[in-house]
């Protein structure tokens, strides 16, 4: 018997390097990309929206913080479904991340911005087998890819704290699953 099912890419939870000094923010002021979220509704239809790199923060403890406009209806579909998919161009390669939300909260910052905490549970290379290609861009001006993206960052870090011992602890002192 024939198997004629097409060869999935193989997945981990592991962020490739490239990709976590992308999130880190290692490149943040020549990044003029952008991060696709795709959030499922409550009625299984997808709500997409694109973020840019400076409002996105990868923490020593692995897990990816992000700032939404807290009005969007992205924002509304990821407290209700608790499940992100992140998709990152980078050149010819196109990664998917599927994550967790495992925790969400108001950031202190000058726009309205909900913050949320992903937990990657699973990574795959999309180069072969995704149609969407990048880089996509978000529009904004030097000023805001420095000043927005440093105040945006640091409020995500001020919601979602890294440990002095590396393990996350959110507000009230709860470790996060």
């Known amino acids: 018997m024939e198997n004629n099912a097409p060869l999935q890419p193989p997945s981990s939870s592991t962020l490739p390097e490239r990709i976590r000094n992308r999130l880190a923010g290692h490149a943040l002021v020549n990044d003029v990309g952008a991060i696709q979220i795709i959030a499922a509704t409550v009625q299984s239809r997808p709500e997409l929206t694109f973020v840019s790199t400076g409002r996105v923060a990868l923490g020593d403890d692995g897990l990816i913080r992000f700032a939404l406009w807290s009005a969007s209806k992205c924002c509304a579909s990821l407290l209700g479904t608790r499940r992100a998919t992140l998709l990152l161009a980078e050149g010819d390669d196109t990664w998917e991340i599927r994550c967790l939300v495992i925790a969400n909260a108001s950031l202190a910052t000058a726009r309205p911005f909900s913050g949320f905490l992903l937990k990657p549970i699973?990574?795959?290379?999309?180069?072969?087998?995704?149609?969407?290609?990048?880089?996509?861009?978000?529009?904004?001006?030097?000023?805001?890819?420095?000043?927005g993206a440093g105040e945006t960052r640091l409020a995500l870090f001020e919601a979602f704290p890294v440990g002095d011992d590396g393990e996350n602890v959110l507000p009230g002192g709860v470790h996060p699953p």
């Open 122 to 147: 699973e990574v795959l290379d999309r180069r072969a087998s995704c149609s969407a290609r990048g880089p996509w861009r978000v529009r904004r001006s030097a000023e805001e890819n420095q000043n």
